[in-house]
């Protein structure tokens, strides 16, 4: 069983940064696909950033590239999310989520999910 935990979540004026964390357990992480999601109330769970299994590739969705970057730690099997120049569009509930069958991007897809942590970011 694959158990992800965030970690790291707060409140920030614009324009300041935060990172995210997401610890995995199991031995599989090192050969899964990660993903960040958000989740405003009353919204569709959004894809924010992919990253490959081995780290090598990472992928954003345009409303954050530049700002936010994935990052993971297979021999602490760790995610990471560090937020920078963060504007209030950004606040959300924010997810790590793994193992996806299917499309990357769709909320659907993925098998394992942690329980969210919130960003607030105000003006």
């Known amino acids: 069983q694959v158990q992800l935990m965030e970690s790291g979540g707060g409140s920030v004026q614009a324009g300041g940064s935060l990172r995210l964390s997401c610890r995995v357990s199991?031995?599989?992480?090192?050969?899964?696909?990660m993903a960040w999601f958000r989740q405003d109330p009353g919204k569709q769970r959004e894809w924010v950033t992919g990253?490959?299994?081995?780290?090598?590739?990472?992928y954003y969705t345009e409303a954050v590239k530049g700002r936010f970057t994935t990052s993971r730690d297979n021999a602490k099997n760790m995610l990471y999310l560090q937020m920078n120049s963060l504007k209030p569009e950004d606040t959300a509930m924010y997810y790590c989520?793994?193992?996806?069958?299917?499309?990357?991007?769709?909320?659907?897809?993925?098998?394992?999910w942690g329980q969210g942590t919130q960003v607030t970011v105000s003006s």
């Open positions: 989520a793994a193992n996806p069958i299917g499309s990357n991007l769709k909320e659907s897809s993925y098998t394992f």
């Open positions: 199991g031995d599989r992480y090192r050969r899964d696909y």
């Open positions: 990253i490959s299994p081995g780290g090598g590739s990472a």
